[in-house]
Every structure is written in C-alpha cells, then in structure tokens.
C-alpha cells in the first residue's frame, strides 16, 4: 500500500522560508505513471494545489505561488520537497503531499499543519 | 484560470435520503473532474475520477455525472460515514489544477 508522509518544521517566522519533505513508501517515486503533488488547505478552508513534479525534475507551479515556490525531487531517497519562500500568515495551511494520476492526486499523505507567526 | 462552483454551500439530509451535489466550472473541463470526500483530521479521499468513475473500494452508493461545464455528485442512500466535506477538481487546462470551495453534508 503506498504511503505519503510529509515532515518539516510546524513553526516558521514571518518572511523566512517554509521547508517541507514528503516520503514515499510501498511505491517507487521514479515510476513515469505518476507525478506527485503539493496541496495545501488554511484552517476552515478549501484545498489550494501548489505544485506538481515528475520524477524528471520538471515542475509545474500554481501561478499565484509561482515567484515563492520551489519543488524538488529526490528519487534516492524516494521523497520531494517543498520550499515556500516569504512567508506570512496567509500562508497557515495543512499542507498536504499526494501522488497525481493523469487527471486526479489518488493518494494522499495526512498532512501536516504549518503556522507562520513570530 | 477555470474556477468551480460547488452548491450548496451546506446539505442537510438525513440517513437513507439521497444527496445531490453540484459542480459547475466556469468554463468547459471535458471529462477531467473529481470528487474528493474530506473528513475532519483526515486527507482528502478521492470518490469519482474523470467525471463519473469510482475510485478503487468506493461504494455504489457514489455516482457521478456530467460533462464540460456542469457535474453532479450522487449518493443514492445516504450512511451514516457519508457526512463530510466533499470537493470537486478540475484538470482541464492543467496545469494548473483548481478545485472547488466544497460542500458540507450535514446530518439533519
């Protein structure tokens, strides 16, 4: 059974930068089938995609994040990575890793809550 | 960028009544829609992919319907499990990817 597992820091200050890995197990994260996402949801809110990777290391970023976000891939280790730069409250969110099948994300980590606050 | 319109905002039903929810996209996605169900502390579960078939173990109960601008989310008989936050997404010009606001089903 695949699993997603996100891990980072659950506090980050204002303007710095958020860092985010997520671990794939029970699958490869090299397969060409899949891609694999970045999700995220403020508290009481809706779902906001952030970004997708192949395991090519091409990238596809939502525009209103585009400046801020970088996504990265590690097939060694079976995992990629966020990184969400100038941060402020706005961006307190579960954010959520989850692997991208053609039209839609099939699996999806727990995900993990970041707030933004000094 | 395509936005959805989920409706309506909350459903109030109760167990055993069928719940009709919608998704109407502001412009046409095709086929390229999913539901999602999404229940307090967990991740969204995905229900419906390209409009109208069923994830792997989701219930007959869930069908779903539609194509280019309007879709349609069917629970024949509602479960108690069945009450939830659920979302649509599109994919069509992706990426990006949007999803909807969501609707909540609510026990009556």
């Known amino acids: 059974q695949l699993q997603l597992q996100e891990s980072g820091p659950g506090l980050v200050k204002p303007s710095e930068t958020l860092s985010l890995t997520c671990t794939v197990s029970?699958?490869?994260?090299?397969?060409?089938?899949?891609?694999w996402g970045w999700i995220r949801q403020p508290p009481g809110k809706g779902l906001e995609w952030i970004g997708t990777?192949?395991?090519?290391?091409?990238?596809y970023y939502n525009p209103s994040l585009k400046s801020r976000v970088t996504m990265s891939i590690d097939t060694s280790k079976n995992q990629f990575s966020l990184k969400l730069s100038s941060v402020t409250a706005a961006d307190t969110a579960v954010y959520s890793c989850?692997?991208?099948?053609?039209?839609?994300?099939?699996?999806w980590g727990q995900g993990t809550l970041v707030t933004v606050s000094s | 960028e395509i936005v959805l319109t989920q409706s309506p905002a909350t459903l109030s039903l109760s167990p055993g009544e069928r719940a009709t929810l919608s998704c109407r996209a502001s412009?046409?996605?095709?086929?390229?829609l999913a539901w999602y169900q999404q229940k307090p502390g967990q991740a969204p579960r995905l229900l419906m992919y390209?409009?109208?078939n069923r994830a792997t173990g989701i219930p007959a109960r869930f069908s779903g319907s539609g194509s280019g601008t309007d879709f349609t989310l069917t629970i024949s008989s509602l479960e108690p499990e069945d009450f939830a936050v659920y979302y649509c997404?599109?994919?069509?010009?992706?990426?990006?990817?949007?999803f909807g606001q969501g609707t909540k089903l609510e026990i009556k």
């Open positions: 989850a692997r991208w099948l053609q039209s839609y994300f099939d699996y």
């Open positions: 029970g699958g490869s994260i090299s397969s060409s089938t899949y891609y």
């Open positions: 990777i192949y395991y090519s290391g091409s990238t």
């Open positions: 412009q046409s996605v095709s086929s390229y």
């Open positions: 390209d409009a109208s």
């Open positions: 997404q599109q994919r069509s010009n992706w990426p990006p990817c949007s």
